[in-house]
C-alpha cells in the first residue's frame, strides 16, 4: 500500500523488469516510461503516457507486467506533477477494465463472474493441465512447447486473458482505499478521474459510495458532478434514486443526463423500487437530451459516447409506454 509520503518510484529498480513481459516483448523499458511520466518534458511525458498504456494493456489485454507498474502509477497519481495525476489515473483505470467493458457500463461490473472465469483458467490449473498432457505427449515438437508453457506457468505467470486481467485489477482494489483522497484534490480533472475509476469497482462500495454522494452534492465542475452522480447509479442500490432526484432539475443539462442516467442505472436492479414518476421524469430526460446536441466536454463513460449511452440505458429498461415513446422519438438521432 503507497501512501502520499513515499517518494513516487522508491522500489522502482528492485523489480525485475527484465524477467517481466508486456505487449511488445520484455518490460525492461517500463522504469524509463515512469521516470519519464514524472519528468518536466511535456512531449517525453505524453510519449510516456502513450507507451505505458499500448505496453501494458494493449488493445485492453493486460500482461505480466501490468500489476507492477500499479503501485508507481498510484504514487504518481498521489503527488505526481501536473497532468501526469491525470494520466495516472487514467492508466489505472486501463489496467482494471478495458474497452469492451467499459461499454458495458451500464451493466456495472459483475465482480463475481470475472472472479469466476479467472479461477477457471488460472495458472495453477492450467499448469495441472499441461503436465498431464506432458506426461502422455509423444511428438517431441508440441513436447518442447508444452515444456515452454509449463514453464511459464510454474512460475506464476497468466495465459488467460481474464487471469491477467484480475491480477491487475485486483492491484488496482488493493491501491483504492488512498487513492480514494483524490475526491477531494483540488483540480477538478483529478477528481473526475477518481470517480471514474470508483464506478468499477463494486467491492468496496459501502466506502466509495457516501464519498461520491458528497462529491455529487457539493462539486461545482459539472463533468467532475456528472461523472460522480453516473457512478453512483452504477455502484448504487435503490435507497439512492431519491438523493438523485433534485439534479433532474439542475440548470446543466450535463448534469441532468447523469441524474437521469443514475436513476434509469437504480431502475434495473433487480429489486428495484425506484418511484414510478420519478422514472418517468428520468427517461424524459433522456429523450430529450438524445435530440440535443451531446455537451462538450462530457463523461467519459461509453468512451465519451454521450447519445449511444442513452440509447444503450433507455433500451435495458423493463418496457412501459413512457419508455417506448421516449424510445421512438429519440432512435433517430441515436444509434443504438
Keep these: 500500500m503507497i501512501t502520499a509520503d513515499d517518494n513516487l518510484l522508491a522500489g522502482l529498480d528492485e523489480v525485475n523488469w527484465a524477467n517481466l513481459n508486456h505487449a511488445y516483448g520484455t518490460a525492461d523499458d517500463v522504469p524509463g516510461q ?5 519528468g518536466e518534458d511535456e512531449q517525453a511525458q505524453q510519449y510516456a503516457f502513450t507507451s505505458l498504456f499500448n505496453h501494458l494493456a494493449h488493445q485492453g489485454i493486460r500482461c505480466q507486467a501490468s500489476p507492477f507498474a500499479v503501485p508507481f502509477l498510484a504514487r504518481i497519481a498521489l503527488g505526481g506533477p501536473g497532468a501526469a495525476r491525470e494520466q495516472a489515473l487514467q492508466l ?29 483458467n488460472s495458472s495453477d490449473k492450467l499448469l495441472s493441465l499441461c503436465e498431464e498432457e506432458l506426461a502422455t505427449e509423444q511428438d517431441e515438437q508440441r513436447r518442447r512447447n508444452l515444456q515452454d508453457t509449463r514453464d ?8 488467460d486473458p481474464r487471469d491477467a486481467s484480475m491480477r491487475s485489477y485486483d492491484t488496482v482494489l488493493a491501491e483504492l482505499p488512498t487513492l480514494l483522497t483524490l475526491l477531494g484534490d483540488e483540480n477538478p ?4 478521474r477518481t470517480a471514474y475509476l470508483l464506478a468499477w469497482f463494486p467491492d468496496l462500495a459501502d466506502t466509495s459510495l457516501p464519498l ?42 450535463l448534469v441532468r443526463w447523469a441524474a437521469a442516467i443514475a436513476i434509469a442505472q437504480t431502475a434495473r436492479s433487480a429489486d428495484a423500487e425506484v418511484d414510478a414518476p420519478l422514472l418517468d421524469r428520468a427517461i424524459a430526460e433522456l429523450a430529450a437530451a438524445a435530440v440535443a446536441p451531446a455537451p462538450v466536454p462530457a463523461t467519459d463513460y461509453n468512451q465519451g ?3 449511444g449511452h442513452i440509447a444503450n440505458t433507455l433500451l435495458a429498461l423493463p418496457t412501459s409506454p413512457t419508455l417506448r415513446a421516449a424510445i421512438a422519438a429519440c432512435l433517430p438521432s441515436i444509434n443504438p
Design 34 to 38: 515512469l521516470r519519464a511520466l514524472c
Design 212 to 253: 461520491l454522494l458528497d462529491l455529487a452534492a457539493h462539486e461545482h465542475d459539472a463533468v467532475a458532478k456528472a461523472t460522480s452522480l453516473v457512478a453512483v447509479g452504477i455502484l448504487g442500490t435503490t435507497t439512492l434514486a431519491g438523493t438523485l432526484a433534485a439534479d433532474l432539475d439542475a440548470e446543466d443539462s
Design 189 to 192: 480533472q483529478v477528481r473526475t
Design 152 to 159: 511459464w506457468l510454474a512460475v506464476g505467470n497468466p495465459i
Design 92 to 120: 489505472l483505470t486501463g489496467l482494471a477494465v478495458n474497452w469492451d467493458e467499459e461499454n458495458e457500463i451500464i451493466d456495472g461490473v459483475d465482480i463475481a463472474a470475472w472472479r469466476a472465469e479467472a479461477a477457471e
Design 305 to 307: 459516447d454521450f447519445h
